[in-house]
């Protein structure tokens, strides 16, 4: 049995007028920890509360654990915990208080599942007494993972976890979710950052409410299907506009200090083609070379080809 299953979902809002989740199918298998990667506004959060309980699909149905989310909705509530994109716990209770109120609705204790949180509650142990409002981001990203898991749930749902939080406390939390994966919940995460991508057994990758693939990280960019050559000089903007005019160029895109390139067809003169295009242009510091693509590249092509 799969842990998370989402067959033909569709989900609508404004009388149907805005489409957030389009005919969205995808497993999470058992134990699996499971990456929805994608922009702002491309129905991760519809997803997640679609699974979680809290929304109804327009159409199709959805699972998990065997339950299905529209009729087995309270006994899904006993079995999954979900840490939502935005903070919130009560933010006047301290993180003593709201861990207990958290595990008397769930009808457990602190001491009961200490073993699951022990980790990251020693972290918070030195603020228990601080209230939720005054804590750092990473603290309350803490907290509410804590909150989350103090009844032991078989499936973690987390919504863009990272968000806004440090680049130290982001790698933190990833490594917080490995130990977790090896305890055996199954957790599937949301994340706008595709450099968690790779952190991830499988990925969805998903853009204006439609999954354009789904495989492990590696898969995906192995899958790559072009060359891609990274190119640079004095003015790059100006290269920017340039190699878009560029006839023998597909596409184009800025990524970091340098351009990223493919080309409509392969040839073995391709980094020559494009330094002596560049210098024709006037252009000078100009550095062009092959490289590997990411995961990045990947989702910036599927959604190019989508488009056109």
């Known amino acids: 049995m799969e842990a998370v299953v989402l067959d033909g979902i569709t989900k609508t809002y404004a009388g149907g007028k805005v489409l957030a989740v389009d005919n969205v199918s995808l497993t999470v298998k058992p134990g699996e920890l499971f990456g929805l990667i994608g922009p702002d506004g491309a129905g991760k959060t519809s997803i997640f509360r679609v699974l979680t309980t809290l929304l109804q699909a327009d159409k199709g149905s959805a699972t998990v654990q065997g339950l299905d989310v529209v009729k087995d909705y309270q006994r899904i509530r006993q079995i999954l915990g979900y840490m939502p994109g935005k903070f919130s716990l009560y933010q006047d209770l301290t993180v003593e208080e709201n861990l207990h109120f958290f595990a008397t609705l769930f009808g457990t204790t602190i001491e009961a599942n200490y073993g699951i949180i022990r980790e990251i509650y020693e972290q918070l142990k ?22 989350a898991l103090i009844h032991k749930p078989e499936v973690l749902f987390l919504d863009e976890p990272t968000t806004g939080v440090d680049v130290v406390s982001r790698r933190e939390f990833w490594d917080m979710l490995a130990r977790l994966k090896s305890m055996g919940i199954t957790i599937l995460v949301s994340t706008p950052y595709m450099d968690e991508a790779s952190l991830c057994e499988r990925i969805a990758l998903i853009q204006a409410g439609r999954i354009m693939q789904i495989d492990a990280p590696e898969q995906i960019v192995r899958s790559y299907p072009v060359r891609l050559y990274a190119a640079k000089a004095d003015d790059i903007y100006g290269l920017l506009k340039d190699m878009r005019e560029n ?13 990223h390139l493919t080309m409509k067809s392969e040839t073995a003169d391709a980094i020559m083609a494009l330094e002596g295009f560049a210098r024709e242009r006037g252009h000078t510091g100009i550095t062009v070379k ?8 990947t989702f910036i092509r599927l959604m190019n080809q989508k488009t056109q």
């Open 290 to 297: 092959e490289i590997a693509p990411g995961i990045e590249d």
């Open 247 to 259: 006839p023998a160029v597909e596409s184009c895109y800025a990524f970091g200090e340098y351009l």
């Open 126 to 147: 030195p603020f228990k007494d601080r209230r939720a409002g005054k804590l750092s981001g990473g603290m309350k990203q803490k907290l509410a993972l804590c909150c």
